[in-house]
């Protein structure tokens, strides 16, 4: 069977932003008044994101485009399809992706306001770019990916890069279910030959009607949660996406699948304890199927590596150097889950995993974060409440925690429209106006 | 080059929905105290549809399934991808897709509650069926499609068919916007093969960022509206899109494109008037461009069919003989807008044109549509203005409007869960709870 498929199409650069604003899971124990390690130990949570006053799903989404492009060296012009999946509505019509188009036409943060001055101010010109966003809870990302992917595999790809961007804000009421908020912005270059390519053949899902976590309440941005049924929803879908997955990978190999045909497992994670639940069902699965067991996963995977000292581990570059087959689970409330493969090669710079590592800079980003006072949290939360949806406002406009580059709200006016503004190198932060005022 | 790429991916079969309750635009014209011919002939309107309090864009989008299901004989467990698009947001997580995995895992309606009985109620038990909700005003639905036909021609295809479902309500405040509103639910059966089938390489889009028509009033059904800038951004974008696509087609096709090989023209619809003058528009950029001109267009194209009689005219095969070209034209404020280009051909039954239109049957739908006194009608806002993000109420419950085989909505609870039945042939409606409850 000839192909003139473009191959192993995947993720070929990443980039991850998250707010530097956080608050101890330790410390909103002892604020919220629950019993100490509630959070850290029964829910596996260390620390919490989330978007101060000046940021949100839209400038994150801004911050993490403009910092991919720039770290990888990406000409605007070279992108052919941009989506977003995000489960954070700030308008429930126009798309979290127009947003970004100013960046495409005409570089962010951009110098008037579109429709109303001449089009020779256009940087890039760039508006030929498909997609919008997905939405479905959390799942609303992995199905920008997939469109994405698919995009470039089909009689449509123009031979440009894809670029799928995954945000949300993810805030509670006060309850149980705050700690496990969180908030981020992650970007993805998609195109052939990939570093992180998909095993498009071997995937499984689970949709069905449900009601475990919803937001039907549209002028607030809480959901309603049921958390016991969320969890058991969850677990189903697990179950029921590992059984498609294990049948589609039998068909196409002619032999039984197992734990040990994969390298890592990645879990959508609501909260920590539940991805270590998760990886622990799929052991049962295996037993239920007279598959492999965790003995023979210990002897044949770990054997090789058992003569290798403490720094000898670390420092191994096996995973750079073989093929390697990550699983990954992902859950959005609702419901929907899949589970997907990937294969994992080093690939050549500037796609290739060290420098995407190097790119994402995660142990670094993550120093950076300022530790907020659960008090100082709450009062963010609570003006938060008014925020949402509210219009005739100016943020604080303070910028002072945020790195450079960083892309933040100032303004939401009187017809609801949202102005952001570019922090540059210097300490003058860039402002914008782009309504179509 | 070779390939295994499945060849005329496109849309096998076709279903409407739309309410049975309409307003005449000549009524409203009086009713609004707007001068004669405002609606009529200004805006080039004649009836509007609107959902009455028992139905809605899931209820429409359910019937619009079932029914494509029904009259194709497809089964359920055929689908391997469904995805819907809309600009009408019930729940701002929950996508309007996961309420339709009931179809496909129980049958509609379903005869109890999932998560709390026995799955060996299961009736068709797929869920392995990919695809959420896409979003972007109008647009949402080309998205949808765009990215079906995409999986269809990707790697992950597992050789089943894709659907895709575009639904909306579209409201409007009291004002110059309320005629231009309107409801349906349209299912699309995707694979290859198709009567309708995509010329992939030929598409042009235009994405950019505007506030023309958007909903950042969260808790209202109503956007907020700038007709005259919307009008703008929607000529500006068709304008960009036929440059795109004019670009597009001659370096594949080595030639210089012209409205001439197009035979027919479809756009998006506002209102009736912008379609007319989009046409024109297009007239004009073949003019600037030196390409064809009117004159042309009517001595090739039309006159083979000079000598044919009025009857003779209207009986015509040859739109079911010969292959035709028909550009599409869709726009979705924010905005994002594409043009892209189908080939028509006959087909095979059921998946043939000729088929398609006689279950269509659009004009014997529209004999069984009410007209709804506008009083009548404003009265149904008012009372769908308390109900939009309400919780806690029973509809009236009264389907005697509806015909047969139509899903509408009976209940939505304390926990804001919504409940639908469907009529039936006899004068008993089934009656069903699908809650998670």
Known sequence: MTSWHPKNVGILALDIY?????????????HDGVSKGKYTVGLGQDCMAFCSEVEDVISMSLTVVTSLLEKYKIDPTQIGRLEVGSETVIDKSKSIKTFLMQIFEFGFPVSYA?????????????????????TNACYGGTAALFNCVNWVESASWDGRYGLVVCTDSAVYAEGPARPTGGAAAVAMLIGPDAPIAFESKLRGSHMSHAYDFYKPNLASEYPVVDGK??????????????KYFC????KLEGRQF?????????????YNKLVQK????LFFNDFLRNASSVDEIAKEKLAPYSTLSDVESYQSRDLEKEGKRVIMFSYGSGLTATMF???????????SLSN???????????KLRHEFPPEKFVDIMKLMEHRYGAKDFVTSKDSSLLSPGTCYLTEVDSMFRRFYAKKENTSNAATCENGAS
């Not at 998250?18 to 002892?30: H, I, S």
């Open 18 to 30: 998250f707010p530097p604003t956080c608050v101890l899971q330790e410390a909103l124990e002892v």
């Open 114 to 134: 579109p429709y109303t001055n001449s089009h020779k101010e256009q940087k890039y010109g760039n508006t030929d770019i498909e997609g919008v966003d997905s």
């Open 229 to 242: 049924l969320s969890q058991t929803c969850y677990l189903m879908a697990l179950d029921s996406c590992y």
């Open 247 to 250: 049948q589609k990978f039998e």
């Open 258 to 270: 197992s734990m040990l045909d994969v390298d890592y497992f990645v879990f959508h994670s609501p």
């Open 278 to 281: 998760s990886f622990a069902r």
């Open 341 to 351: 493969s990937l294969q994992l090669q080093e690939g050549h710079r500037p796609f």
């Open 356 to 366: 995407i590592v190097k790119v994402m800079d995660v142990p670094g980003k993550l």
